[in-house]
């Protein structure tokens, strides 16, 4: 995306390409400041120009998490797409904001991805001993997936190499796409993952660990015509899944209709959410674990988020549209919420998105107090992914949202993809990136507290090894 002279391009993928082989031997290198990754898909001929595109280095929603909050390091560790400062080639960054001093250390480099694409982007978790794993997806099979783990327990200076045979293909290598791996006390990861056919349908898979290194073999568990897109969460022991699905013969850009499904042991079995059993994969639109039927509405549909309430109910966050395209031609884009109150899906909606990728997060602090954070204000490029990040509460389950804050104001680039850490800390609720819509441009990372009071912006050049974010608003 950006122009610099090949001897500059050179020496920048030697340097890169040195990071990546340092990943598993010794200790990884720094960089010097925080920049997001800017990308784009789908070019539009208006003056939208994208499908969705900008600072895209805390995409997309099925990815997750990207942050964790360990009580026991008092740190929220977390990950991102990054880039160099003179390349936009796609670099695994691993780094922790300190609560007890308020600071963040140079962001690690992992590895370089050897792209440009943002749906390659990592995922965090973290095992009972404290050591965190980084999960490297890949988008199809264009490209090898990784999984990586700390040599030490709460430490992001080293990592070593994860080779799993069992996500070993024969033509691609290690290789899924959106991973979104649940670390459980008792039963260790239960990993759900999409799985590319050549004919680049998406497929839903889960493989389960018990240490992170020796994984079962991936099963499917929904193959509905071109695939599916999912969010998914766990409660205790429970892993819960929303997806949609992508018509044949139209593909992704038509996705559609509501499912949710959980697993109680790992996804050897899964349910609905009221215990029927379940007989996997799915194969057809038409099945139990259908919570609501947009295709007959001829809405689209894009899941955001998933958590569960006191009682380990589902409340699931999805965006419904009537088309692909950016502009207004596919208004209303609605925010809408389906919680499970024990005997039906309860459906609601009120909040107005501009664009089909405007993506937020949903917490449930209490079963009367849910917060939404989300980029819900129009930003500098109206009708491009993101814009203001605005904070709203609701206290009757989501029939009623008030906007308690505008987080961001005036600002020069759209803010996107507000993420919610693993077990959230107050001090460090929600965690973006910005990026102007519809041109590359620099990209920086921000998060907030829960109050809303402040917005930090992380250090984008540093010149000590360490740094205190600074107020951005």
Same mark, same amino acid.
């Given at each position: ?27 990884? @290198?720094?960089?010097?400041? $925080? ?15 994208? +499908? ?10 099925? %990815? ?32 922790? $904001? ?42 199809? *099979? ?29 033509? %691609? ?63 205790? &022991? ?8 992508? @018509? ?10 509501? $499912? ?8 050897? *079995? ?26 007959? &509405?001829?809405?689209?549909? $894009? ?28 208004? @209303? ?41 989300? @980029? ?35 600002? +020069? ?28 441009? &620099? ?21 000590? &090894? ?8």
């Amino acid at each position: 995306m950006f122009t610099i002279s090949s001897i500059h391009r050179a020496a920048c993928l030697v340097i890169l390409c040195l990071a990546c082989a340092r990943a598993s031997a010794g200790e990884l @290198p720094k960089a010097d400041g $925080y920049r997001g990754i800017w990308y784009m898909v789908g070019p539009q001929r208006d003056e939208y120009r994208y +499908k969705y595109s900008g600072g895209l280095g805390t995409y997309c929603a099925h %990815h997750r998490p990207l942050a964790f909050y360990s009580k026991e390091a008092d740190k929220t560790f977390f990950c991102y797409g990054g880039t160099a400062r003179k390349t936009n080639t796609l670099l695994h960054m691993v780094s922790y $904001y300190d609560h007890k001093t308020g600071m963040v250390p140079r962001p690690r480099i992992l590895m370089d991805k050897k792209t440009r694409d943002a749906h390659d982007n990592p995922v965090i978790s973290m095992d009972n001993t404290g050591h965190l794993w980084i999960f490297s997806g890949s988008h199809g *099979t264009q490209r090898p997936s990784y999984i990586w783990v700390g040599k030490k327990p709460y430490d992001i200076d080293e990592f070593d190499q994860v080779n799993v045979n069992a996500f070993a293909t024969k033509r %691609h290598g290690m290789n899924y796409s959106y991973p979104q791996p649940h670390y459980l006390l008792e039963k260790g990861f239960c990993f759900l993952m999409t799985r590319y056919t050549d004919a680049v349908e998406r497929m839903l898979f889960v493989s389960s660990s018990p240490d992170g290194r020796t994984w079962t073999i991936p099963k499917p568990f929904a193959t509905i015509e071109m695939g599916q897109y999912q969010v998914s969460e766990h409660f205790g &022991e429970k892993v819960g899944t929303c997806f949609n699905f992508h @018509p044949r013969p139209q593909g992704a850009d038509w996705r559609t209709n509501l $499912y949710y499904m959980e697993t109680s042991d790992g996804g050897k *079995t899964w349910t609905t959410v009221d215990g029927t059993p379940l007989e996997t994969p799915l194969t057809s639109k038409s099945n139990p674990a259908l919570v609501h039927d947009y295709q007959a &509405e001829k809405r689209l549909v $894009y899941v955001m988020d998933l958590n569960y309430d006191s009682q380990g109910r589902p409340l699931l966050l999805y965006l419904t549209s009537r088309g692909a395209k950016s502009g207004p031609v596919n208004d @209303p884009r609605i925010w809408q919420t389906a919680r499970w109150t024990g005997e039906n899906w309860d459906i609601q909606g009120s909040i107005h998105a501009d664009n089909n990728y405007d993506t937020g997060s949903i917490y449930i602090e209490k079963d009367d107090l849910w917060r939404f954070i989300a @980029p819900s204000e129009a930003g500098p490029q109206p009708y491009n992914p993101g814009g203001e990040v605005v904070m709203w509460i609701s206290r009757d389950q989501g029939k009623l949202w008030t906007k308690v804050k505008q987080l961001t104001h005036g600002s +020069k680039f759209n803010h996107t993809y507000c993420r919610r850490p693993v077990n959230a800390h107050p001090d460090f609720y929600a965690f973006w990136a910005d990026g102007h819509g519809r041109k590359p441009s &620099e990209s920086r990372l921000y998060f907030t507290n829960r109050d809303g009071d402040h917005v930090w912006r992380l250090p984008v050049k540093m010149k000590d &090894e360490t740094a205190k974010p600074e107020i951005a608003w």
